[in-house]
Structures are given as structure tokens and as C-alpha cells.
């Protein structure tokens, strides 16, 4: 079984890859780093051609509302496009659990994502979790003022991206689900203490300051709307354990 992975070089995309690879599928590598731009689309039909299912994992690291919806509205777009015309039956989508009610800045890009596949009839699967691991990371590579690490006030239960893409591939594999249910991590942490414990992991003493962003955005990301409702299904991996494995 063929399965494309759309964004396969990004913080979940490499691990869906191998996760595909592990499920004894062949896995399809699109990225602009592998020569195919999502956003223009050229070329996509071709790369789809004999695949069973497009696992999307593609990202824009904007987080400007107007550049987050174009991103993921026009991938979205060109990969069911795409999708129809080479004959894939399965697309396999991932946004992030209370996007769709925060619906700001890169949120909104996500609610966008996750209304046009609702508008589609069948032939997609759509898994909400919450933050990766790596989100940690990703706040350090944006967030450094000066010899300050800035990040933004926040509650969140990260997920492991490995344990995210073991359930993308189980769901490709399958027939099209529609909403799945969603998927948290183990326990709820503060995103300021999990830079900290990054930074000091990578020997890095940088200051940590932690700041409300302004308007809906950060109002969302601090009243505990991308937290996931009592019964979510978790994941087991810790920000803990994943810090250890990322040092051995
Ligand atoms: N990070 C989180 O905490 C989190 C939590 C829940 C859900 N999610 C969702 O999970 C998905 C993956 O997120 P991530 O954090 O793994 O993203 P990421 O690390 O930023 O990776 C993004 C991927 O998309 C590719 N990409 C970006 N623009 C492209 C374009 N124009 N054409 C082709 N490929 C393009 C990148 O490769 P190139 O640069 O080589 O093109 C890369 O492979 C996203 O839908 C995100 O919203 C993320």
C-alpha cells in the first residue's frame, strides 16, 4: 500500500514516514525540500498516481490569520483536487483540539482546514490532538528577543509525534472516518516551563520570559481552550520521557 505523506520532512512528517514504512506501506515524500511546492500544486497528480491515502502534515509557520488560511485552505484544496483526479481514495487530515473555537491567527488557518473537509462528502479523516513535544521547540526557533526566550502564556497536554503519526497511519490504513476522536498528551504542563527544561536540557541559559499575547490567540491558548475534555484519549509519552530520548 502506497501512502503519500504531505509535509514528510516536518516535525510530524518525518515520523509519519517511518511509521508508515513500520506498517509495511511504501511511503511517498512530498515537501518543497523533494521538489513538490503544495501551494502551486504542480506536479501533485503525478506524485499521487497508485497511492491508497494522503496523510497531510504539511504546515506554513506563519501565524498571521490571513497567511495561515490561504496556507492551509490552498493545500487543502489542491490536494483533494489532486486526490480526485489520480483516483486516492482516503485523505488524512490533522488539526489541533480547540482551533476551530479559537479561530484566530494560526488557529484560523486550521478551522478553515477543518471546514472545507466538512463541506466534502466522505473520502477524508480528520484527528484533533493537542500540541506536540516539539512545540517547545518551535517556540524557541520564534521567540528569542535579544538574550531572552520569549513564550507565550499557555496551557497545553503535548503529544509525542511519534505516538500522533502511529494513529494517522492506523487511520490511512482503514476506511475514511470523518471526525475521529480526538487524541491529548499524558498531562497538562506550562509551555514556559517546558522551553525552560528544553533549554537547560541543551545546556542553553537563556532567561524564559512568559507573556500573554493579546487578542483571541493568546486569550485561547491561556483559558485552557486547547486543552481536551474530560475522556480524551491520551497518548503516554511525557514531555519527560521525549526529552530523554532526545538526548540519548
Ligand atoms: N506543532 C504542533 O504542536 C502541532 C500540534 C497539533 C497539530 N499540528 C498540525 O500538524 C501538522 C504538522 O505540523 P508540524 O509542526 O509537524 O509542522 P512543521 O514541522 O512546520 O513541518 C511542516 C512541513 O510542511 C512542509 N511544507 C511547508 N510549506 C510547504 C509547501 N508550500 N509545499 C510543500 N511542503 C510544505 C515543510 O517542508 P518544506 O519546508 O521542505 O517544504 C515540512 O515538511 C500541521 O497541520 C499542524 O497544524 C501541529
Known amino acids: 500500500m502506497k501512502i503519500v505523506v504531505a509535509g514528510a520532512t516536518g516535525a510530524l512528517g518525518r515520523h509519519v514516514v517511518a511509521a508508515v514504512r513500520d506498517a509495511g506501506c511504501e511511503p511517498v515524500p512530498l515537501s518543497r525540500s523533494t521538489g513538490t511546492d503544495l501551494v502551486t500544486g504542480a506536479g501533485l497528480v503525478e506524485a499521487l498516481q497508485g497511492a ?34 489520480a483516483g486516492v481514495p482516503h485523505h488524512v487530515a490533522i488539526s489541533i483540539i480547540g482551533a476551530a473555537q479559537v479561530r484566530a491567527n494560526y488557529y484560523a488557518g486550521k478551522a478553515a482546514q477543518e471546514d472545507l473537509l466538512r463541506e466534502r462528502d466522505g473520502g477524508w479523516s480528520l484527528l484533533r490532538t493537542t500540541q506536540f513535544h516539539d512545540f517547545a521547540q518551535q517556540l524557541i526557533g520564534h521567540g528569542a528577543v535579544g538574550p531572552l526566550q520569549v513564550v507565550p502564556t499557555m496551557r497545553s497536554q503535548p503529544i509525542a509525534t511519534s505516538e500522533v503519526a502511529s494513529e494517522l497511519v492506523a487511520i490511512a490504513t482503514g476506511a475514511p472516518q470523518g471526525v475521529v476522536p480526538d487524541l491529548a498528551g499524558p498531562r497538562e504542563e506550562n509551555m514556559a516551563d517546558l522551553v525552560r ?43 519527560a520521557q521525549w526529552l530523554a530520548l532526545r538526548q540519548s
Do not use: Y
Open 197 to 239: 527544561r528544553l533549554l537547560a536540557s541543551e545546556g542553553r541559559r537563556r532567561p524564559v520570559l512568559q507573556i500573554p499575547l493579546p487578542g483571541a490567540w493568546g486569550r485561547g491558548m491561556r483559558d485552557g481552550s486547547l486543552l481536551p475534555t474530560p475522556g480524551t484519549r491520551r497518548g503516554e509519552m511525557t514531555f
Open 52 to 85: 491508497s491515502a494522503v496523510i497531510d502534515a504539511s504546515a506554513t509557520s506563519s501565524t498571521s490569520t490571513s497567511a495561515s488560511v490561504d496556507f492551509f485552505t490552498t493545500v487543502t484544496d489542491n490536494l483533494l483536487t489532486a486526490e480526485r483526479a
